[in-house]
């Protein structure tokens, strides 16, 4: 496949990396001037692009930015773009870095960003750690590999986003539509908590809506309180004490 990665952030260079070396074409695009996002994305096997030609003559585009960029895209980026060329959101709404956005009370995040878009999209890779990314993922069929869940409104493009998952090392869940997506936000069982599919399953069955958003906020408050950013393990112990009442 060719595949277009809008940011080259911890999620987005790991998908770039491991997707290339899968045997995939990837062309990237980042903020960062031309002669730095060449030597970025030669250090992944990638291609450098502009954000116009990031998304052109592609199979696949994954958008993997902070929430709040966005709303800063060139408008009607991909208004030439055929539709069933497949379209990935990895992102997750922080208030306390991206701002109140009094939308999200009525819609999921993903839907949020859909309409900034205009476009139907899958969300997938938002609710996992970078580390887990990069380091734990197995190959298909091995004991207690860790599952992704997927929400979206195309069947067709689900099961493509759920190959590439194959591909990175991980199971894959379905979690419904993107307006269910919220089953997979901040705060929930099923975010960054390294569960295999059949407690992933019930993680996403078990989100409270309503509760979310406050368990998300008391996390970010702990990590931020610390003199240092955490280390892997105690995020993961975090997330996982207070979304799903685990150590």
């Not at 390294?194 to 399953?201: G, K």
Request: glycine residues 8%; proline residues 4%; charged residues 25%.
């Amino acid at each position: 496949m060719k595949i277009g990665i809008v940011g080259t952030g911890s999620i987005g260079s790991i998908l770039a990396e491991k997707l290339s070396q899968a045997g995939h074409y990837i062309k990237v695009t980042n903020t960062r001037a031309m002669p730095e996002l060449e030597k970025i994305a030669a250090s992944l096997g990638a291609t450098a692009a502009t954000i116009q030609d990031v998304v052109k003559d592609v199979d696949a585009i994954i958008f993997s930015m902070p929430f709040n960029a966005y709303k800063d895209l060139p408008k009607d980026l991909l208004k030439e773009v055929p539709q069933e060329v497949v379209v990935m959101d990895t992102s997750n709404y922080y208030p306390f870095r991206d701002g109140e956005i009094a939308e999200l009370e009525q819609m999921s995040e993903s839907e949020y960003i859909s309409g900034i878009l205009n476009r139907p999209l899958v969300k997938v890779f938002n609710n996992i750690l970078e580390y887990t990314l990069k380091h734990k993922g197995k190959a298909a069929g091995a004991d207690d590999r860790i599952a992704i869940s997927i929400a979206g409104d195309n069947q067709e493009h689900k099961k493509v986003v759920a190959q590439l998952v194959d591909l990175t090392g991980f199971d894959t869940v379905d979690a419904g539509s993107l307006a269910e997506s919220w089953r997979q936000q901040p705060g929930t069982p099923a975010y960054c908590t390294e569960l295999n599919e059949a407690e992933l399953i019930q993680a996403l069955a078990n989100a409270e809506k309503g509760t979310a958003p406050a368990i998300r906020d008391r996390i970010m408050d702990r990590l931020r309180s610390k003199g240092s950013w955490p280390a892997y393990e105690e995020i993961l112990a975090g997330n996982r004490e207070l979304q799903i009442g685990k150590k």
